[in-house]
């Protein structure tokens, strides 16, 4: 069964503090995707990791792609007000699947 | 101008009945992708399309067909409507398929009654 495990699902943290959001999946992927939502908002794409040992990042936020331990993170430095948001990871398992996990609801205290 | 658009915004109806609910993009991309959101906030790819073709059909009811007229949009037709076909429907569109970054329309509530 193909199955995508993000964690946490809740997460409150303290304005300038690091967190990590875990995207673990079952079955081998070389491409996933991160997801922003706003409350009542639309999606935003955030990263496209298309091969082992990817990293991008953009300002506070850092995406990772370790398709041998089928993880991806989401890294969080100093975080912000501006970042509280559910983060939705997506994996690409090919053969026309693409499963996403059930996203991650962050909120940053001030 | 809006990127990636979509209409209605909100749509109500009647179980039982069609409807439709269009996306335009002008942003000159070749693939347009339609998503399904849940009243648990769940996401599910529905369909994609490069250059009128279907790339992609996750096991969707074939109540449901995403009718492309030309490349900037792709339009989703839904046949006699049920309960579990109410969710937020968003529309979204990328240069290349499954490979760059997504544009997403601003979605359309559709409530079944």
């Known amino acids: 069964e193909l199955k995508v495990e993000q964690n946490p699902l809740f997460l409150s943290m303290q304005e300038g503090k690091n967190y990590t959001i875990y995207c673990n999946y079952s079955?081998?992927?070389?491409?996933l995707y991160w997801y922003r939502q706003d409350p009542g908002k639309s999606l935003e794409s955030l990263f496209v990791?298309?091969?082992?040992?990817a990293v991008k990042q953009e300002g506070r936020l850092m995406a990772s792609l370790d398709t041998k331990a089928r993880l991806s993170t989401l890294h969080i430095t100093a975080a912000v007000h501006d970042l509280s948001a559910t983060y939705f990871c997506a994996v690409d398992y090919g053969d026309d699947k693409i499963i996403f996990g059930k996203g991650t609801r962050l909120h940053i205290l001030p | 101008d809006t990127a990636v658009s979509q209409t209605p915004k909100y749509l109500v109806t009647q179980m039982g009945n069609d409807k439709s609910i269009k996306c335009e993009q002008n942003l000159g991309h070749d693939t347009m992708y339609w998503y399904k959101q849940d009243s648990k906030k769940f996401l599910k790819i529905m369909f994609s399309?490069?250059?009128?073709?279907?790339?992609i059909n996750e096991t969707v009811p074939n109540r449901f067909s995403p009718k492309s007229p030309d490349k900037a949009h792709l339009n989703l037709h839904i046949n006699s409507l049920e309960l579990g076909d109410s969710a937020v429907y968003f529309c979204?569109?990328?240069?290349?398929?499954?490979?760059?970054?997504?544009?997403f329309g601003p979605g359309t509530r559709l409530t079944v009654l």
């Open positions: 399309y490069n250059n009128k073709e279907l790339i």
């Open positions: 079955t081998t992927s070389d491409r």
């Open positions: 990791l298309l091969s082992n040992g």
């Open positions: 979204a569109s990328s240069p290349e398929p499954r490979r760059d970054t997504q544009y």
